[in-house]
C-alpha cells in the first residue's frame, strides 16, 4: 500500500501490470494525452481509456498477463481493474504520477447472469486510478464506457482533472447504483497476489476448474445481457 501524500519515483516507473514502457502503452499515451498541461492530459487520457475500451465484468482474467494494461489494449475491452491499471500506466508514459486505488462496492448495476453466478452485489477491489495533478492526488474512475452508460441510463463518469471521479450513487432515474463500503487505499503497484486471495475467499470457487464462476460468466455475452436489462427496465 502506498502511503506517500506526495509522489514518488515508482509513481512514474513501468511494473510487470502497469507496463508503461511497453510499445502499445506509449503510443495510445501519445496519441490521446492532448493537452497544454497535465491536467488537460490526464482528462484527455481517463476518457480516452473509459471510451475505447468497453467494460466487461464477463471476462476477467486473473493470470499476470490477463492483468496488464497492454493487455486491455489488444483485447479493446476489460473490467475495472486492468481499465483503472491501464490509465495509470498511460499516464506514467505521459510523464504523470499514477498509482492505483481500491474499494469494495455494492454494485446494483448488474445482470441477470451477473446475480445468479455470484450471488451477491459485493464487488470486491473495484479499482480506479490516482493521478497526481496541480500538488494534490486525483481519482479517476475509466470503467464504465459511455455506450454502457446510455444503455443503462447512468450518469456518464466525466474528469476535470480538479475533483474526485468516483460512481453516483444513484442512476438518472434516482435508483441506487453504487455505494462504496470499504476503502481499501492505494498501491504503487497491482497487488495481484492479495485481489486473487480475496477472490477465491470471497467469491468460492472463482477460479477452479470448468465449473467456475469465471467459466459461467465467460460463457455469456455481456453486451447483450445488458442489452436484455435494459430492454426489462423500460
Not at 498541461?37 to 476477467?60: C, G, K, M, S, W
Not at 463500503?181 to 477452479?208: C, E, H, K, M
Amino acid at each position: 500500500m502506498s502511503d506517500s501524500n506526495q509522489p514518488a519515483p515508482a509513481h512514474l516507473a513501468a511494473t510487470d501490470a502497469i507496463d508503461s514502457g511497453h510499445p502499445a502503452v506509449r503510443a495510445f499515451a501519445l496519441k490521446y494525452a492532448h493537452g497544454n498541461t497535465a491536467r488537460e492530459q490526464a482528462v484527455a487520457l481517463t476518457h480516452a481509456v473509459r471510451d475505447q475500451f468497453r467494460y466487461d465484468p464477463y471476462r476477467i482474467d486473473l493470470s499476470p498477463g490477463g492483468m496488464r494494461a497492454s493487455t486491455v489494449l489488444a483485447n479493446g475491452y476489460g473490467w475495472c481493474v486492468p481499465k483503472a491499471t491501464l490509465l495509470a500506466a498511460s499516464a506514467r508514459a505521459a510523464g504523470i504520477p499514477a498509482r492505483l486505488g481500491f474499494a469494495d462496492v455494492r454494485n446494483h448495476l448488474s445482470t441477470e447472469r451477473m446475480r445468479q453466478t455470484m450471488q451477491t452485489d459485493l464487488f470486491i477491489w473495484h479499482g480506479y486510478t490516482d493521478l497526481w495533478l496541480d500538488g494534490a492526488w486525483r481519482k479517476a474512475t475509466p470503467a464504465f464506457n459511455i455506450e454502457l452508460c446510455h444503455r443503462f441510463g447512468l450518469l456518464p463518469l466525466d474528469f476535470d482533472g480538479v475533483h474526485d471521479s468516483l460512481y453516483h450513487a444513484f442512476d438518472r432515474t434516482g435508483q441506487r447504483h453504487m455505494e462504496y463500503v470499504n476503502q481499501r487505499g492505494s498501491f504503487d503497484d497491482l497487488p495481484l497476489a492479495q485481489i486473487v486471495a480475496d477472490f477465491r475467499r470471497v467469491y468460492g470457487n472463482w477460479l477452479d476448474g470448468a465449473g467456475s464462476l469465471q467459466s459461467r460468466l465467460a460463457s455469456g455475452d455481456f453486451d447483450e445481457d445488458a442489452r436484455q436489462e435494459a430492454r426489462a427496465t423500460r
